[in-house]
Every structure is written in C-alpha cells, then in structure tokens.
C-alpha cells in the first residue's frame, strides 16, 4: 500500500513537473510560430450589404491566408454571406489593398479572393503539413487576425478528430470564432494543416455551425484539399450538388444501409431511373456501405458534375449516370445494364 502511494506521488510529482516544464517553454515558441505565420495572414475588412445575415449581424471583420505569391487567398465564406459592396485587405505590414472576390465554395464554405501585389513585391504562404500530420491528439494553433490589423489572435488545441462533415473537415477543440474564421488551423512546424470556417453536419449555408463557437468544438478544411482544387476553383465557384431525392431504409445516415425506401417525385433519383429496392454498390467508384458514405460522395461533388452510380436491381447490376443539377432541368441519364 505504502509502495502504491509513494509510486502516485512520485508519477504525479513527474506529470507536474513536465507540465510545468512544458507550460514554460510554450510562450517562446508560440511567438516564435506566430512571427512565422503573420506575413501570410490578411485582415479582411467588408462594407456595404446586408446589416443581418440569418437574423445575426453580418461578420464584417474576417481573416485569410495567401495561397499564391501572386495574391490569391482564402478565407471563410462566412464573412461574405451579407454580399458587400467592398473588400479591403491588409497585410502584416500596414499595406492596405482592394481584394476582388473570386469564388465561392458551398460545401467547404470558403471564399476565394485576389489581390494585386504592389509592384516588385509578392505575397508570402504558408508550408503545407503533409496528412499524416493531421492524426487525431496532434497539437494546433488556430490564428486570427482580426481584433487588430497588426497583431494575430491565437487558441491552442488538439485536432479531435479527422473526416467530419461528410469527410470534408478536421474537427479542433481548439477555440474558434468569428475571430479567427478564415485563419489557419498550424502544427508547431509552423505548417497550416487547414483553413477554419464554421461548418455543420445538419444544415447548409454561410453560418451554418456558427452558433457554436468557443464551445470546443470546431472546424476547418485541409488546406491539401483545397490546393487541390485551386486551379479549377479560380475559373468557377463550387455551388453545392441539388439532393437525388432518395430515402434509404435508416432516417440516420450513419445506420443506414443503401438499399433505397423511397424515391421522391420529380427529383434526379426519379428522373434518371432509380427506383424503390435499388441497391447503391458504389458511387464515382467508391464503395458504399452506408448511407453516409454516399453523403460523403456528394459532399465532394457540385452542381453539373457528373455522378456515376453502380446499382444492384434484383440480380442485375446497372451503371447509372446523374447530371447533378437541379431537377426540374432535365436530365439525360444513361443505363446500361450489366
């Protein structure tokens, strides 16, 4: 017994002593981090448009990151849903320019701006975390620059888990907020993991998830995933992919099989042949076990995509094409029956 007790004392006198260690070290080096990341930060300020968005006052200070030397960067979508008349930006060194809002992305719900570099100067980025590096438990820091055009905002965190929101986002416990929406989610190399933005798994729109801020549990968008469309993304916005109009046999995605309960009237599902009892195999090749894996799909996908679907129909398989627009514009779907 005595052994025990002197063993808890011992341990808890160690975990002390390293959290004390630990707590110490922490200021340095979060300057340190922070002096790294404020070159690529912008303030971002809007006026004119809407004075309420969704019955909350419009988000009219925001943050971004540059993505390009050359000025492209990006930032929530939140802080553009009241549609504003101007966009002016300000860099870690006092300079400030007009942005040009570019594109929107719906189901990531970011923004893309531009700005012109000032002559003989480019804008610097952030380096790229590589994926690995988002494992749940790995320590963040979630900047903002906001509260004042020089100085960035930061809360520190874990990233709590990976996949979320129809497996477009890093979920953080890391504090986030309108002051640090559009900011970047950093590991302590000084790398941007992702980009945060409010998000939420049962609604849609620019402030959807926004009513839970500061609570522990945020989100933000791999930063990986959104050069990976940054090309394409320049030439056009993302709007997201109109519902097929299926109900599986589980009201909850999660437990839900994908065998099909009901097909909805005039939706895509009903224009391009699915029917009652059809069995989902896969959609644009990925297997489907569960309904939220066909979520997860979609999520990915926007509005004039092309969605191909592998459907089990008694003991035929059938190849299904879906234009994804809206309904009531018709489709041409294409079966062919295997």
Known sequence: MKRTLSLRLATSVLFSFLATAFAAAQPESVRDLRDSVAPALVRIETSGGLEMVEGVPAIQISTGVFLTHDGFLVASQAAFAHSPDAILVTTFDGTRLLARYVAVDEARNLALLKVEPPEGKTFQTLPIAPKEKSRPGSTVLAFGRVLHPQNLSVTSGIVSAVRRIHSLAIQTDAFVSPDNYGGPLVNLDAEALAIITPLSPVAHGALAGSEIYDSGVGFAIPIQDIYAQLDEWKTRSFRRAPALGIVFDNPNPALAGTK???????????????RTQDRILS??????SRGEDLQAVLARAHEGDRL????????????????LQKPDVPSEPKVEER
Not at 283 to 288: D, K, Q, R, S, Y
Not at 308 to 320: N, W
């Open 283 to 288: 959609a644009n090749g990925v297997a489907l």
């Open 308 to 323: 191909e679907l592998s459907v089990q129909r008694g003991k035929e398989t059938l190849q299904i094409q879906i234009l």
């Open 260 to 274: 099909i309960f009901r097909v909805q009237e005039k939706s895509l599902a009903e224009q391009s042949g699915l």
